[in-house]
C-alpha cells in the first residue's frame, strides 16, 4: 500500500539533515527536542511512581495500626449490645475481621519520666483479625497480655522515650479521678511491660500504650467495650461500606473510616503529587515547545522544496501535514523512548537506588530520619496514560504555527533566487 507523501516527507525530514552545516544543526535541536520530551516523560513518572511508593508505604503502616473502620459511641461510653454490633458488623459481605477496643487517654510515667498516651484496650485473641501488629511486635507480644495482671505493650519509641524494657515497671494515670476528702486524685496503677512493638509509624510507635481490654474497663471505669474495629476485603471501599453500616448498625453509633481519620494527611500528599506534576509537566512543555523554533528553521531552509511541490499540485493543506508530521514524529519517538526510560527506573528502582549509595557512599534514606530506609515505587496506569497524553498534545500543538507557515509559502518569491 502506498504510503502519503506527506508522511514519507515529513519522516525523512525528521530523520535526515546531516549533508550541510544549517541541516546538521536543524537536526541537532530537532534531537534536542526529542531528548528534552523523553527526560520531561521519564521524570514524570519516576516521580510520580515514588511518591505512590511512599503514599502506600506509609498507608500499609498507618494501617497496621489503625483499622479500616471503627464503631464507637458518641461519648466514648460502652456499646449498650457488643455482641449485637459485631454480629451486624460481620453480616456485611466487605467486612473479614471485628474486634471490640477500649479507646482513653492517659498519662505514662517512669520514675520523672511521663509521657502523653493513647491507651487501646485490646482483645488479644480477636485483634490480629483487624489488626497487623500481631506481626509487628517482638514474639507476639500482644499475647502475653492477659486480663487481670495489668500488663502493657508500647509502641518501641514510646518505650525508649520512657526508657524501659521487657519487665519494667510503668505507672499508668487514668485523667478521671477519684473525688476524696483532699479533693480529686487521678487513679493510678503500676503496669509490667510485657513487651514492644514496631509498626514503622513514628506517631503510633510514640503514643500507643496497648493493654488487654478487661484490664482498661476496670481502669477507667467502663462497662465493656467503646468500639468494634474492622478490617475489609478492600480498603479503597472503606467510606461505601462506612454508609452502608451506618444504616445496618442499631442503635445510637458513629461510624468512622481510615479515609476520614487521617484526611489531612491523604489530602496534603495529594496536593504535593498534584503540584509535582504540574511542575514537571512544564519541563515536558519547554521541550515540546522547542519543536517550534526546529520546525520554524525547517521551514525556512525547505521553502524551495516547498514551492516545488506547491507547483506541482500540492494543496496547502498538505504542505501543512509534511510538517505536522514531522514535529509529530518527534513527540512521539520522545515520548516513548521517555515511557521505556521512566517505566524501567520506576520498576527496577529498589535495584539502582542501592548501586547508587554503594557508589556514592551515602545513604539516601536515613532509616532514624524517615519512616522507610528504601526507596519505593508504584507505576499507576492513571499517571502513565495522562502523561503520554499530555505529552503527544503540546508536541502537536507545537506544530501548529510552523507547519501553517508552511502553507502560506509563495512559490513565487520562494524561487526567484533558486
Known amino acids: 500500500m502506498q504510503l502519503p507523501f506527506e508522511l514519507i516527507l515529513?519522516?525523512?525530514?525528521?530523520?535526515?539533515?546531516r549533508a550541510t552545516r544549517r541541516n546538521g544543526f536543524i537536526s541537532f535541536i530537532s534531537g534536542v527536542s526529542m531528548l528534552g520530551i523523553s527526560l520531561g516523560v521519564a521524570a514524570l513518572i519516576i516521580v510520580l511512581s515514588v511518591m505512590n511508593g511512599f503514599q502506600k508505604e506509609v498507608r500499609d503502616r498507618m494501617l497496621s495500626v489503625v483499622a479500616h473502620i471503627e464503631i464507637v459511641t458518641p461519648g466514648g461510653n460502652a456499646l449498650p449490645d457488643l455482641a449485637l454490633t459485631l454480629q451486624q458488623a460481620r453480616a456485611n459481605p466487605q467486612v473479614v475481621g471485628a474486634a471490640p477496643f477500649i479507646a482513653a487517654q492517659a498519662l505514662l510515667a517512669r520514675g520523672e519520666d511521663m509521657k502523653g498516651a493513647i491507651v487501646r484496650g485490646i482483645d488479644p485473641v480477636a485483634e490480629p483479625q483487624v489488626s497487623e501488629l500481631a506481626d509487628a511486635s517482638k514474639q507476639s507480644s500482644l499475647s502475653r497480655l492477659?486480663?487481670?495482671e495489668f500488663g502493657v505493650v508500647l509502641g518501641v519509641e514510646l518505650a525508649r522515650n520512657l526508657g524501659v524494657r521487657e519487665g519494667d515497671k510503668v505507672t499508668l494515670m487514668a485523667p478521671s479521678g477519684q473525688v476524696t476528702p483532699a479533693g480529686v486524685v487521678p487513679r493510678l496503677k503500676q503496669m509490667t511491660v510485657v513487651g514492644t512493638f514496631d509498626s514503622g509509624h513514628y506517631e503510633y510507635d510514640s503514643t500507643l500504650v496497648l493493654l488487654h481490654m478487661d484490664d482498661a474497663a476496670r481502669l477507667f471505669r467502663l462497662e465493656g467495650?467503646?468500639?468494634?474495629?474492622?478490617?475489609?476485603?478492600?480498603l479503597h471501599r472503606a467510606r461505601a461500606v462506612g454508609s452502608e453500616l451506618v444504616t445496618s448498625l442499631t442503635g445510637d453509633l458513629l461510624v468512622h473510616d481510615w479515609t476520614r481519620q487521617n484526611r489531612t494527611w491523604f489530602a496534603a500528599v495529594q496536593l504535593e503529587k498534584r503540584m509535582m506534576f504540574i511542575i514537571l509537566t512544564l519541563i515536558v512543555a519547554v521541550a515540546a515547545f522547542n519543536l517550534v523554533s526546529t520546525l520554524v528553521m525547517t521551514v525556512t531552509d525547505k521553502q524551495s522544496d516547498i514551492a516545488i511541490l506547491r507547483t506541482l499540485g500540492a494543496s496547502p493543506g498538505s504542505i501543512m501535514g509534511i510538517f505536522v508530521v514531522q514535529g509529530a514524529m518527534v513527540g512521539v519517538i520522545g515520548t516513548l523512548v521517555g515511557l521505556a526510560l521512566g517505566l524501567g527506573v520506576a520498576f527496577n528502582i529498589d535495584v539502582i537506588v542501592p548501586a547508587l549509595e554503594r557508589a556514592l557512599g551515602a545513604s539516601f534514606l536515613p532509616r532514624d530520619i524517615y519512616l522507610i530506609s528504601r526507596m519505593p515505587s508504584e507505576p499507576q496506569q492513571a499517571d502513565i496514560l495522562p502523561i503520554a497524553v499530555i505529552s503527544l498534545v503540546l508536541a502537536f500543538l507545537a506544530t501548529l504555527y510552523p507547519s501553517w507557515r508552511a502553507s502560506r509559502v509563495n512559490p513565487a518569491e520562494a524561487l526567484r533566487y533558486e
Open 10 to 17: 515529513g519522516w525523512r525530514y525528521t530523520r535526515a539533515g
Open 146 to 148: 492477659v486480663g487481670g
Open 225 to 234: 467495650a467503646t468500639g468494634v474495629r474492622l478490617k475489609l476485603k478492600d
